[in-house]
């Protein structure tokens, strides 16, 4: 999961292994949320989102699932690939108000 | 292809200079977003702007202006740059309200010695 503090969580997996990317969003009435990837040096680049009335949503390769019960999102990277190595946040938004976590350091081996 | 791009990408200043950062972005979107990112810490939001001559403060306002004369660009000028001030900056823009995706920047990384 995600927590703001000087050292990133991270999450090491294997080529062609699934990740699963936590998140624990802190507002309740947030009614949208994007997952965003970071590679170094680079902008965030957008993955996928979800609006609070759905709790899943699949693009290509990845699933975001939304638990609004206990306020948790979760990214899922099918068949990683070196090209997944990165860093992911998620984002919440209440009133045009977008909140952003601190990330998870994805690495993948070879 | 529509973008959006910030200069200068590397900043070195010195304490009490002013520094302004460019952003340009040509989606024609109305909403433009300055953002910092320091190691450890999700993106924190300092300006924004939902359209020309409309300008926001976000939570880290304290020593950063921002002033939207047209719908392409938002420039970030710090007034007295401060060491705490050394951090890398995003610029984003959006569509619309209602939160949704914001198209980011390349980044700058600002160094104030």
């Known amino acids: 999961g995600e927590s703001v503090g000087l050292h990133l969580p991270t999450l090491s997996v294997q080529e062609g292994d699934n990740s699963i990317i936590n998140c624990a969003y802190s507002?309740?009435?947030?009614?949208?949320f994007i997952w965003y990837k970071q590679e170094s040096g680079k902008g965030p680049q957008f993955i996928i989102d979800?609006?609070?009335?759905?709790d899943k949503r699949q693009g290509q390769r990845v699933t975001v699932l939304l638990n609004k019960t206990v306020k948790h999102l979760s990214l899922q990277i099918a068949a990683t690939q070196p090209g997944d190595s990165a860093v992911y946040f998620c984002?919440?938004?209440?009133?045009?108000?977008?909140?952003f976590g601190a990330g998870t350091r994805l690495t993948v081996k070879p | 292809d529509a973008e959006i791009t910030q200069s200068p990408r590397h900043k070195i200043t010195e304490t009490g200079r002013q520094v302004t950062l460019a952003c340009h972005q040509t989606?024609?979107?109305?909403?433009m977003f300055w953002y910092r990112q320091d190691l450890g810490h999700g993106l924190r939001l300092i300006h924004y702007?939902?359209?020309?001559?409309?300008?926001n403060k976000g939570e880290v306002s304290d020593g950063y202006s921002v002033s939207r004369s047209n719908t392409e660009d938002l420039p970030l000028t710090l007034e007295s740059a401060a060491s705490s001030q050394t951090s890398v900056y995003f610029c984003?823009?959006?569509?619309?309200?209602?939160?949704?995706?914001?198209?980011f920047g390349p980044g700058t990384r600002l160094t104030v010695l």
């Open positions: 984002a919440e938004n209440e009133d045009n108000d977008m909140r």
């Open positions: 507002n309740s009435a947030s009614d949208y």
């Open positions: 989606w024609n979107h109305n909403n």
């Open positions: 984003a823009s959006s569509q619309a309200t209602g939160g949704l995706e914001q198209f």
């Open positions: 702007s939902y359209g020309v001559q409309d300008t």
């Open positions: 979800i609006r609070s009335n759905m």
